[in-house]
T-cell receptor
Framework: DAGITQSPRYKITETGRQVTLMCHQT?????MFWYRQDLGHGLRLIYY???????DKGEVPDGYVVSRSKTENFPLTLESATRSQTSVYFC?????????FGSGTRLTVV | GENVEQHPSTLSVQEGDSAVIKCTYS??????FPWYKQELGKRPQLIID?????GEKKDQRIAVTLNKTAKHFSLHITETQPEDSAVYFC????????????FGKGTMLLVSP
């Protein structure tokens, strides 16, 4: 599924810094999503987008910002990183029912 | 919003045995139920899904059943193999406006040779 890519794969950042995780898809899917995965919590939705310039909050949006100026890109920004945001972040896209996930970004906040 | 409960959290079986993972959901309007498999360090991948107008679906060694009255659905893996070892997630998609998938917390399946 090379059609959806995330970068970087690994990132270490310091508390208080701003960091942006990138997500790019080549299928022109309308819907894109950001999930975080933590042990014991499964996959929790942070933000999603139904189309360019349309975004909405998920279950755990606090501390995150998203934008979608182009259909193919959906970056996730941590405005001031905290240790509780240490996690694996997955981007996904969909045109109807099934979601296709990217390879993930492992973020460590120290 | 939707709430999905998944059991068990871990499951150990011997190679060749069957494995069953169960999920319940809260929103009676949910109409799509996928299952994802996630190998260690990899992305979740869709392995099978079922829609609310179907009671059972099979694909080789895996099957999913849905009981809408009881609001639960299950994943069945027969003749398990070591390569089935992974974390499995169930999910449910609501049916109001644009809904998003809500995932269970996952089941770690370990198949011993």
């Amino acid at each position: 599924d090379a059609g959806i890519t995330q970068s970087p794969r690994y990132k270490i950042t310091e508390t208080g810094r701003q960091v942006t995780l990138m997500c790019h898809q080549t299928w022109s899917h309308s819907y894109m999503f950001w999930y975080r995965q933590d042990l014991g919590h499964g996959l929790r939705l942070i933000y999603y987008s139904a189309a360019a310039d349309i975004t909405d909050k998920g279950e755990v949006p606090d501390g995150y910002v998203v934008s979608r100026s182009k259909t193919e890109n959906f970056p996730l920004t941590l405005e001031s990183a905290t240790r509780s945001q240490t996690s694996v972040y997955f981007c996904a896209s969909s045109e109807s029912y099934g979601y296709t996930f990217g390879s993930g970004t492992r973020l460590t906040v120290v | 919003g939707e709430n999905v409960e998944q059991h068990p959290s871990t499951l150990s079986v011997q190679e060749g045995d069957s494995a069953v993972i169960k999920c319940t959901y809260s929103d009676s309007a949910s109409n799509y139920f996928p299952w994802y498999k996630q190998e260690l360090g990899k992305r979740p991948q869709l392995i099978i899904d079922i829609r609310s107008n179907v009671g059972e679906k099979k694909d080789q060694r895996i099957a999913v059943t849905l009981n809408k009255t009881a609001k639960h659905f299950s994943l069945h893996i027969t003749e398990t193999q070591p390569e089935d070892s992974a974390v499995y997630f169930c999910a449910a998609l609501g049916n109001s406006g644009y809904s998003t998938l809500t995932f269970g917390k996952g089941t770690m399946l370990l198949v011993s040779p």
